[in-house]
């Protein structure tokens, strides 16, 4: 069983910095990708940042020089750095792997059950 859990938010200024992680665990054999998505009231979930196992990187228009996305591959984490933080960055903030859980697995996608992060103005 594999099991994402994103860690780091919360209530922060307009302004203010904060940093989330997610860390995979459980049978793991290989991840290809891992990002974040983030689901604000009403609305769909967005895909905030993405990177690949190589270190490719790739962000929502909204957040580019904002906000960076790291990952550390030996503890099959993933960071979201967030600064200068927006009301509009209100939303619960969700964690997706890319992985293959055994040699003989296909990639699937998992996700994290989400971490709020509340920006007041």
């Known amino acids: 069983q594999v099991q994402l859990v994103e860690s780091g938010g919360g209530l922060v200024q307009a302004g203010g910095s904060l940093r989330l992680s997610c860390a995979a665990s459980?049978?793991?054999?290989?991840?290809?990708?891992m990002g974040w998505y983030r689901q604000a009231p009403g609305k769909q979930r967005e895909l905030v940042a993405a990177?690949?196992?190589?270190?490719?990187?790739n962000y929502a228009d909204s957040v580019k020089g904002r906000f960076t996305i790291s990952r550390d591959n030996a503890k099959n984490t993933v960071y979201l750095q967030m600064n200068s933080l927006k009301p509009e960055d209100t939303a619960v903030y969700y964690c997706n792997a890319d992985l293959r859980p055994r040699m003989s697995s296909p990639r699937m996608a998992y996700w994290g059950k989400g971490t709020l992060l509340t920006v007041s103005s």
């Open positions: 990177i690949t196992s190589g270190g490719s990187t």
């Open positions: 459980g049978s793991i054999f290989s991840i290809n990708a």
